[in-house]
Every structure is written in structure tokens, then in C-alpha cells.
């Protein structure tokens, strides 16, 4: 998707305070607007071929289109892990102060940008999510982005148009395709997001959107916190607020800059299959901080994005 990623520049990125609309914080909005499908996560790297490099070289991914766009002066690639799609996007010249991107990439460094919702309707939404208080930003109408101030921390992009040439919307599409890979991967398990505010996660994805509540629980690990799982459309998000605001893995992650997306947690076959298939290709692994009860690859190691992999039971 084209963006203008002055929508996240550092200048608007949220405060500590993270605070709901008012409006949705009293009542939930009905009639709920319908996730067709979570489109993909973007991944801000430095350069666009080293990003593509990692993700086909590692995980097995599958480009099927490759754009530039002169405006922002920006690389992007979209491709497919297993079932998921993820896009790195790049500054051609990362040392430009004109150019949005640039500036992101300069002062955010390599991480996961943001997520997108694919709805029906993104003029309606739009002035709907407007009217409850909402803040938003590249509001096209056909995309825009809900700001993380609105979302309980988590940037959020939201369409209304299938990507160009996207394999998903053919008739022979098979999520499955990837089984058979090395590293003995299946499929996207969940989203990992950490947020300061899940009542404001709650009020957005179950208030305006039609996401599904699959469990609230406690959980202990990396530290405790409260976390929800959520169902947009096909895919399972989480969010994990932990209870300590002071230290902790989770908290340090939410000090500011973030987009809220911890980890992409993957579903693999056989754990130690998959680790030794990573550090085979000199990638470190670790069990330090993570959100599911398997691996990650040390972030550092995959250009600032956190991968984890966890085992799963036919």
C-alpha cells in the first residue's frame, strides 16, 4: 500500500499517556464494521534488500511485488511467509530530513510498523471512527491509519482495497503452501501486540470492528500481565498489558518510540528442527522474553523485527 508515513513520524507518535476517546469509553458503537481480512504487517528496514534477502533466505518468503514510490522516495517489497503477508519498506536515502520515511527509519530504527484491516467501507469508517473522538492520520478514505493514541498504543492501518496481484485473492490460493520448508514452518499463530491501555484496544477491535474475544487470562511470562486474544477475520491477534509499569521486557518495549507489534509467533512443526535450521544460518537464538513457550530469534539478528516459533499440535 502507498502510504505517507508522515502519519508516524516521531512528531506523532503517542505520548505515555495513552488515553480512549471519550465517546467510545461510555457505549459501544453498533452496528459493528466487518474485518474482511488482517492484509500484513509492515516491517521498517534500512535497506530494502537486505529486507527482502532476510525474509526469503530465512523463512521462506515469496515476493509477488515490488514497487517504488518517488514521492517519499521509498522502496517496498510484499511478500508471503507461509500464510501471512509482510511488507518491508525502505528510504532509498535514509540521510534525506525531507522525506517522512527517512526520518522514521533515522530516529525509530528497524522494527514492525504497523498492521492493516481490510473493511468495506473506508469513507464511512473513517467519519464514523472521527465522530467518537478518534485520531486519525493519511486519511485517504480508501486507506488511513487510526493513531496510536485511539488504539490503546498499536498503529493500525486500515483499507478498503485488495493489494494489486495479491495471490490471496485467487481462486487457487493454498495457505499450506509453504509445508515442506527447512525450518519446518506452517503458518502465522498470532500478532503479538503490548499495550499500556486494553480497555482501549477492546473499545476500537470489539467496540467499532467485529473482532472476536477468544480469551482474557492472566499470564506470567516474560512478566505478569493481563492478555487478550482477539479474532479479526482469519487471524488471531494478542494484546498484553503488563501489570508493572515501572521495568520489565514488555515495559521497556512500550517506552516510546513504538508501534505496539512485539513479535510475529509462528507455528513450526518441530522446535528444534526450526532452531537448528536458524542458527545453521548464523542467526542466534533465544527463550529470553518471550510471549509464547517457544524460541525467537534474537531481533538484532533479523533486522530489529522479533520472530517467534512454537510448536503445534495436530
Not at 17 to 43: D, F, G, L, N, Q
Not at 82 to 103: G, L, S, W
Not at 149 to 177: A, I, K, Q
Not at 278 to 303: H, M, N, Y
Request: proline fraction near 6%.
Amino acid at each position: 500500500m502507498q502510504i505517507d508515513e508522515s502519519a508516524v513520524d516521531s512528531d506523532t507518535y503517542p505520548r505515555p499517556e495513552i488515553t480512549m476517546p471519550s465517546t467510545i469509553a461510555k457505549e459501544k458503537s453498533y452496528p459493528h464494521v466487518k474485518i474482511k481480512r488482517v492484509i500484513h504487517t509492515i516491517h521498517a528496514v534500512i535497506d530494502i534488500a537486505a529486507g527482502r534477502a532476510k525474509y526469503l533466505d530465512v523463512l521462506g518468503g515469496l515476493i509477488f511485488a515490488e514497487g517504488y514510490f518517488e514521492p517519499e522516495d521509498r522502496d517496498m517489497a510484499l511478500l508471503y511467509v507461509a500464510d501471512f503477508m509482510i511488507e518491508p519498506m525502505a528510504p532509498r536515502d535514509a540521510a534525506r530530513e525531507d522525506k517522512p520515511f527517512a526520518r522514521y527509519v533515522r530516529r525509530n530504527g528497524q522494527r514492525f510498523h504497523s498492521f492493516e484491516i481490510q473493511i468495506e467501507n473506508g469513507r464511512e469508517f473513517s467519519a464514523k471512527l472521527k465522530a467518537a473522538g478518534y485520531k486519525l492520520a493519511s486519511d485517504y478514505g480508501f486507506f488511513f491509519f487510526v493513531r496510536q493514541e485511539s488504539t490503546g498504543g498499536v498503529l493500525l492501518e486500515v483499507c478498503e482495497r485488495p493489494m494489486p496481484n495479491d495471490p490471496y485473492d485467487r481462486s487457487g490460493w493454498r495457505p499450506g503452501w509453504a509445508e515442506g520448508h527447512n525450518s519446518s514452518l506452517l503458518r502465522l499463530d498470532h500478532i503479538a501486540c503490548v499495550t499500556p491501555n486494553l480497555d482501549a484496544v477492546l473499545a476500537l477491535f470489539t467496540g467499532q470492528l467485529d473482532g472476536e474475544l477468544v480469551a482474557d487470562e492472566r499470564i506470567s511470562v516474560p512478566q505478569p500481565a493481563r492478555r487478550v486474544l482477539l479474532r479479526l477475520a482469519d487471524t488471531n491477534v494478542a494484546f498484553t498489558q503488563p501489570d508493572d509499569t515501572g521495568e520489565g521486557p514488555l515495559v521497556r518495549f512500550l517506552a516510546p518510540p513504538t508501534s505496539g507489534i512485539y513479535a510475529l509467533v509462528w507455528q513450526v512443526e518441530d522446535e528444534t528442527v526450526a532452531e537448528a535450521f536458524f542458527q545453521k544460518k548464523g542467526l542466534r537464538t533465544t527463550r529470553e522474553d518471550c510471549v509464547s513457550s517457544g524460541f525467537a530469534i534474537e531481533p538484532e539478528d533479523f533486522l530489529g523485527a522479533r520472530h517467534e516459533f512454537v510448536r503445534t499440535l495436530r
